[in-house]
């Protein structure tokens, strides 16, 4: 079982919301291609980032910190620019220093960054809602999507909150026809005008004949929609979504 992450990196810096609180500061990974990167690889899958970092610190952190967590960074780029960063202070709010605010570097990720030989080595392909905000980045995924799922892998996307950035339901549902599993946070489905599911579930297999299911993730477990109206509930016994996201994937990974 090999799975590629490709998007978005970010150096997370979180904190407290309020000065009078102190200032206490912890730096981690950003990004969720990234952290579900680290989960899949605890939980003995080969994988793999593709990304780009700054030539700064924060970069130097990021690669550090997936190698100890067993993922094959190789194929991480380092930019001659600052590495993306996103402060997190208390629970809901969300600074970026990232495209289109700052020029960083994991929105400058070309296609001619990606080695196709090296990727087309890994069985699955997972990208991100947020990696398709801004270009570069947002056409690499969309050509090396396509290559992955030409080639007969399996292609995974994940729809998450993305505040403060915004995209259209058309944007979002382009990438569509070329992505095998739909994973969505179950808060995130007001964002298509319905708080039903199955709903959103009947309108994405209506957009695209290649998505074998749709997956809603909350923190606990997966609601799995196959087309013909089957639906599975995957008890992860996690609390997290990207725990519950790890364990989905390695269950789809086991299935030839």
């Known amino acids: 079982m090999s799975v590629a992450c490709l998007g978005e990196i970010l150096a997370e810096i979180r904190g407290n919301r309020h000065l009078t609180e102190g200032l206490n500061f912890k730096v981690s990974i950003g990004g969720l291609a990234s952290k579900i990167a680290t989960k899949l690889s605890s939980l003995g899958v080969n994988t793999g980032f593709f990304g780009a970092v700054g030539n700064d610190v924060f970069g130097k952190f990021l690669i550090e910190t997936l190698n100890s967590e067993g993922v094959n960074t190789e194929n991480i780029i380092v930019k001659d620019l600052r590495t993306s960063l996103v402060m997190v202070l208390g629970s809901d709010v969300k600074v970026f220093f990232r495209k289109p605010y700052f020029n960083s570097a994991d ?3 070309t296609i ?14 997972l990208y991100t809602l947020l990696s398709l905000t801004e270009n570069p980045l947002k056409h ?17 996307f994940h729809i998450h909150p993305i505040l403060p950035y915004t995209l259209s339901h058309e944007e979002i ?7 095998s599993y739909v994973l969505i946070d179950h808060d995130v489905l007001p964002l298509f005008g319905t708080s039903k599911a199955k709903t959103l579930t009947h309108i994405i297999f209506k957009k695209a004949s290649s998505v074998k299911e749709v997956a809603i993730v909350y923190d606990n477990k997966v609601l799995i929609y196959y087309r013909g109206g089957y639906e599975e509930t995957l008890a992860t016994c996690y609390h997290g979504k990207v725990k519950c996201i790890a364990t989905y994937l390695v269950k789809r990974l086991r299935e030839k």
Not at 112 to 125: K, P, T
Not at 173 to 179: D, E, G, P, R
């Open 107 to 109: 929105t400058e990720l």
């Open 112 to 125: 001619n960054d990606v080695n196709l030989d090296e990727i087309l080595e890994y069985d699955a392909l």
């Open 140 to 156: 690499t995924i969309h050509y090396i999507a396509k290559t992955m799922f030409k080639n007969g892998r399996k292609t995974f």
């Open 173 to 179: 549902t382009s990438i569509l026809k070329y992505t």
